[in-house]
């Protein structure tokens, strides 16, 4: 790294830019100036001295200033142009003005794209354009405003002109980016907001509010990733009626080329769309265009999960292979080498503007840009360096790219496939060229790649490595290929396109179906907690040294042959005096030799993938090698050992962050905010894992198919599933289900799909919803075990934990059936009343579960319970436990099961005082009675209800009940999750928002 300083400045340059990015204060400064005396030390002692050092230690901070300037400019203007308080500002109706700065996205009935903001007034206000007309009197503007029409004049709603009216009188401008999301009303509504592009002008209406931030721990955060983005606000709307819509009429405006690239991208995604069936025409939209938002959801999840992703995005490698096609077209032009790298270096902005500029394309772009300019000036050319050069100049365009999880990935498997392929490729000499490149590349990008998918996605499947193996070549040089050609085609003459489209769908189906039995090995996908930073950092580095010591053990046991174009250490049969004759151990070209006219045609081509460089590992691949390849450093005893012991590291690294962060004797009760529902998380001392409800998008009644849209959000899928894994959840020991309503139990399809479960326990009652028969399908589809809960049931996960169920009641003639379990399940209108109560007890602390009962169930329970505690009653209710065990034990057949799931004589316990209550069906005013509270006496009430829901939940009556009797109380719709965790009896309380 020492003859790269380039290199060296931008990692210093992203060193501090992340050092601003996690941290601000004083311990900013205290990181930073650690960061330096660190790295100046190293430095200095790798003998990196003088300017040099002096010119990187300033790079630190220079990139942390620039980030932490950026950072204080990305504030929102919008409160001080209202002059409202910004407090004061979420909720409130306001009319907007402004330009569409994104592409319009229509998706069923929902649109939304970025707006920027010129002018902006509260509903009801005075318009600062016509403040000082007003003032003054002046009858016609007045007149606009009393007459309740549009802020700016107009009436012209829902419909478009050609001319926008323009205030006479000069207001302060706005300069704020708002991202508007409207919700349509109609179905024609959708062809209009169609019509709707970049650079056009819209005066709207609508409610502003904050983005959302992470509800729970561990959660994607809206209002962060929208900060990114220099957006602080959100705008909803209803129906597009009053919207006043003004094309853009000029050519001289900064939005014109990303609305030709839009209307370019529509074009030929509506080509793919005539040209192929789904899902093969959403699979070869992203495939060959980079319209990845309209892939198959199944399609993509099965992707998803082998780690191939990356091929349905527009890549480095899709860039180089457009790269050097252009080149091979301009070749058989017989055009110059110099005309040909001129004329691709232009053409190369329209391909990433076509793909959709993507940080990932941007980055190959560039490198394509800077590559064959170098190519054209005959400059020799230095991937690494090339690389770095690229990720400076983004940053300095924007900052925030630093925290894109495409430009990370893109630049770091880049970077690392330069530094490790030559590592590896000393170990596959003896493979064929193309296979041993292949396997070269596949591997060092899954080893470089595992620790980020990990980080972000958490989850990696060993089958990744023959997945990529196997797919990557054959879609890149077959699929995309004939995509590519059947588009193109489709200009020129259609008919052609046909046996191309048939044998690229017959190939995709091959793909699918390929994928599809990979992802039966269910078991070959692990999932990971999110791993500290720091951790990741350290893998680079021992990876880094371990493939360095296994190259140097590699070249020493076995001597290499060399290849005629590689370039070898000089000896005297390699001196060449005579005149005219190529430098040392450089092959001389064919005299007549066209530039991309290898001594063969695969050469050819490697060659122009090469002047791309945008897929630079291909010169570690392919490329000659240095003298240096073939040096034979001594490997040592001290090597063997270091070698050894770097190996057992990773190894201990990886088993312990596998195992996810668990404490010993440590109990943690987190209730989820799930919105309008239920879902709590239970993780024992033992490190068992109970899920108690799932959660559930509500929806009222049956949606148009035309509101349908592409992928909606789905609580289970969208929040739980991946929040499970953030914390390293590789099995749910045990899942829970209180009752069969919606907000309860519509997560757990997605959860059962994606995460293993051993037991499932449910109320034993069914709804008449397809949706909880199919979820009962899946549970015995996936060979969990059922069971009923019922009163007097007891689980024990661990010795120091134990679940005892107070509901629903079992009558004691169902328990007695021997057949019992063999008679159709019976339908229950009112799964609330019927919903499973249990107590926990774990760590010298208990708590209570109430599901959703309503006051009835409340008082069975509280009647049952003072039964069984009176004298004489011991005898009858042993016997029906008696019975309930054999009933669970001969039904199930399983002696574990008994073991687990089993029967106590009496409820001694249950007539203490519980710590910790979860409120009954979300505070709601028909549970949570006076006897209730006035039996158990919480210290602590839990209620988990959504945001502004419009069930009023909870009801001021509960919470006034609950103050009354003294018991403190965690609201999940005010303060997100709400986190108990138990230590000896020691119970630490808090909340994600902070309220705690």
């Known amino acids: 790294m020492k003859g790269r300083p380039l290199a060296l400045f931008c990692a210093c340059w992203i060193v501090g830019s992340s050092a601003a990015h996690l941290y601000d204060g004083l311990r900013l400064y205290a990181i930073v100036l650690g960061v330096i005396l660190f790295l100046g030390i190293l430095f200095y ?38 002059e409202q308080p910004e407090g004061e500002v979420p909720g409130m109706t306001v009319e907007l003005r402004g330009t569409i700065a994104s592409k319009v996205e229509v998706d069923g009935d929902r649109v939304q794209f970025v707006l920027l903001a010129h002018k902006a007034r509260e509903i009801g206000a005075l318009d600062p354009n016509l403040q000082s007309s007003a003032e003054t009197g002046t009858d016609e503007e007045a007149e606009v405003i009393t007459d309740g029409e549009g802020a700016y004049g107009g009436t012209n709603k829902g419909s478009v002109s050609q001319e926008n009216d323009v205030p006479t009188e000069a207001a302060p401008m706005l300069n704020e980016k708002i991202q508007v999301q409207i919700r349509l009303l109609e179905e024609q509504e959708q062809t209009i907001a169609d019509t709707w592009q970049r650079g056009d002008t819209l005066t709207m209406t609508g409610t502003l509010e904050a983005p959302g931030e992470a509800r729970n721990y561990g959660s994607f955060d809206y209002r962060k990733y929208l900060h990114t983005h220099q957006i602080h606000w959100l705008v909803k709307a209803k129906g597009i009626d009053s919207i006043e819509h003004a094309l853009l009429d000029t050519l001289y405006d900064r939005h014109v080329i990303l609305r030709w690239s839009d209307a370019a991208r529509e ?296 290849r005629d174009e590689d370039t070898i250490p000089l000896t005297a049969d390699h001196m060449i005096h005579s005149r005219g004759q190529q430098a040392v151990g450089i092959m001389p070209r064919k005299p007549g030799a066209f530039f991309l006219r290898g001594e063969t045609r695969l050469q050819g081509a490697i060659d122009a993938l090469q002047i791309s460089s945008a897929w630079p590992e291909l010169e570690s691949v392919f490329g000659p090698q240095g003298a240096g390849y073939y040096a034979r450093a001594p490997f040592h005893f001290f090597h063997k050992v270091l070698l050894a012991g770097l190996c057992v590291i990773l190894s201990a690294g990886l088993f312990i962050s596998y195992q996810g962060p668990y404490r010993a004797s440590e109990g943690i009760v987190a209730v989820l905010d799930v919105g309008q529902g239920d879902s709590i998380l239970i993780s024992t001392p033992a490190g068992k894992h109970i899920l108690v409800d799932g959660g559930g998008t509500i929806q009222f009644g049956e949606q148009e198919d035309w509101k349908q849209r592409r992928d909606p959000y789905e609580v289970g899928e969208s929040l739980l599933v991946p929040l499970l894994k953030k914390r390293g959840i590789q099995q749910l020991d045990a899942v829970i289900l209180s009752h069969g309503d919606h907000d309860h139990a519509g997560g757990l399809q997605a959860l059962l799909e994606d995460i293993p479960v051993s037991t499932f326990m449910f109320n034993g009652r069914m709804t008449d919803k397809d949706a909880f028969h199919e979820l009962l399908q899946t549970a015995l589809d996936q060979g969990v075990r059922l069971y009923e809960a019922y009163d007097g049931m007891v689980y024990e996960p661990d010795k120091d934990t134990r679940l005892t169920f107070m509901a629903p009641e079992a009558p004691l003639e169902e328990i007695q059936s021997e057949t019992d379990h063999k008679k159709p399940l019976p339908v229950s209108e009112e799964q609330n009343h019927d919903s499973v109560v249990f107590k926990l007890d774990m760590e010298g602390r208990s708590f209570l579960f109430t599901g959703d009962i309503d006051a009835a169930a409340e008082l069975d329970i509280l009647d049952r319970l003072r039964r069984q505690s009176e004298p004489g009653s011991h005898e009858d209710t042993a016997h029906k436990r008696e019975a309930g065990e054999h009933s669970i034990a001969s039904s199930e057949g399983d002696m574990e099961a008994k073991a687990q799931t089993k029967q106590q004589p009496q409820h001694p316990q249950l007539m203490s005082p519980v710590d910790v209550l979860k409120v009954a069906h979300h505070g709601s005013k028909t549970s949570t009675t006076e006897e209730w509270l006035a039996y158990w006496q919480p210290q602590l009430s839990v209620i988990s209800a959504g945001v502004n829901n419009t069930y009023g939940h909870p009801h001021p009556t509960v919470t006034d009940r609950l103050d009354q009797y003294g018991s403190e109380i965690y609201r999940t719709d005010t303060m997100g999750e709400v986190q108990i965790r138990v230590r000896d009896g020691v119970m630490e309380i808090r909340s994600k928002l902070g309220e705690d």
């Open 45 to 82: 002692f790798t003998e990196i001295r003088g300017m040099l050092l002096t010119v990187l230690m300033t790079s630190i901070v220079l990139s942390c200033t620039y980030y932490e300037w950026n950072d204080l400019k990305n504030v929102t203007e919008l409160p001080a142009y209202m």
């Open 267 to 562: 074009e030929l995604g509506g080509r793919m769309e005539a040209m192929f069936e789904e899902p093969h025409a959403g699979y070869m939209k992203g495939l060959v265009i980079g319209i990845g938002d309209e892939i198959d959801p199944d399609t993509y999840s099965e992707f998803s999960q082998l780690g191939l992703t990356h091929i349905l995005a527009i890549s480095g490698m899709h860039v180089a292979i457009y790269v050097s096609a252009l080149l091979f077209v301009l070749s058989k032009c017989r055009l110059s080498k110099e005309t040909a790298l001129t004329i691709t270096l232009f053409l190369v902005p329209v391909y990433v503007l076509i793909s959709g500029s993507s940080p990932s394309v941007v980055r190959a772009g560039i490198m394509s840009m800077i590559g064959l300019y170098m190519a054209r000036r005959g400059l020799m050319k230095d991937g690494l360096n090339i690389l770095c050069l690229t990720a400076l100049i983004m940053l300095l365009v924007e900052p925030y790219m630093l925290v894109n999880v495409s430009f990370q990935l893109s630049f770091l498997v880049t970077a690392g496939l330069m530094i490790f392929v030559p590592l590896l490729t000393p170990h596959f000499a003896k493979w064929p060229r193309i296979l041993s490149g292949t396997a070269v590349v596949t591997i060092a990008a899954q080893l470089l790649s595992f620790p980020m998918t990990v980080y972000y996605f958490n989850q990696f499947s060993l089958l990744s490595f023959g997945a990529n193996f196997l797919l990557v070549g054959f879609i890149s040089f077959l699929v995309l290929p004939l995509g590519t050609l059947a588009l193109a085609l489709v200009y020129l003459w259609e008919p052609a396109t046909k046996p191309i489209v048939w044998i690229t769908e017959w190939l995709n189906s091959l793909t699918f179906d390929f994928v599809v039995w990979l992802n039966t090995f269910e078991r070959f996908v692990l999932i990971w907690a999110t791993p500290h930073f720091m951790a990741v950092a350290a893998y680079y580095l021992v990876l880094y040294i371990i493939f360095l010591l296994l190259k140097k053990w590699r070249t020493r046991r076995q001597p290499l042959t060399p």
